[in-house]
């Protein structure tokens, strides 16, 4: 989430374990957009983008900065560690305590 929006906004929203809205999360810049005002236009909409951008275009995939970038960060950090220290943190919500998240739930 610090790469999409501020700091402190990210730490925010993670320590509110609070859905976030469409809308919001793109006004906030943790979507880079959003569309089809119902669940089966935003269906249809991206089967029609997913159609366009597998056309068999023989140019460079959208994707593959994303894939380097992953790349680059699993050798800094891996994808484990992170998961890791997701699992630690939730044991401390469940079993820790502060009994919030009992209550939120």
């Known amino acids: 989430m610090p790469?999409?929006?501020?700091q402190d906004r990210a730490?925010?929203?993670v320590a509110a374990r609070l859905p976030v809205g469409?809308?919001?999360?793109?006004?906030?810049?943790?979507?880079?957009?959003?569309?089809?005002?119902?669940?089966?236009?935003?269906?249809?909409?991206?089967?029609e983008r997913a159609g366009r951008a597998?056309?068999?275009?023989?140019?460079r995939s959208p994707f593959e900065g994303k894939q380097r970038r992953r790349t680059q960060d699993e050798v800094l950090k891996p994808l484990a560690e992170y998961r890791a220290g997701?699992?630690?943190r939730m044991?401390?919500?469940?079993?820790?305590?502060?009994?919030s998240y009992h209550i939120a739930r």
């Not at 119902?38 to 991206?46: D, H, N, Q």
């Not at 044991?91 to 009994?99: A, E, S």
């Open 3 to 6: 790469r999409r929006t501020e």
């Open 11 to 13: 730490a925010k929203i």
């Open 22 to 47: 469409t809308s919001e999360a793109f006004r906030w810049g943790l979507l880079d957009e959003h569309f089809g005002e119902t669940p089966e236009r935003f269906v249809g909409l991206v089967k």
């Open 54 to 59: 597998s056309g068999g275009s023989h140019s």
């Open 86 to 88: 997701e699992l630690e």
């Open 91 to 99: 044991k401390l919500n469940f079993f820790g305590f502060d009994p």
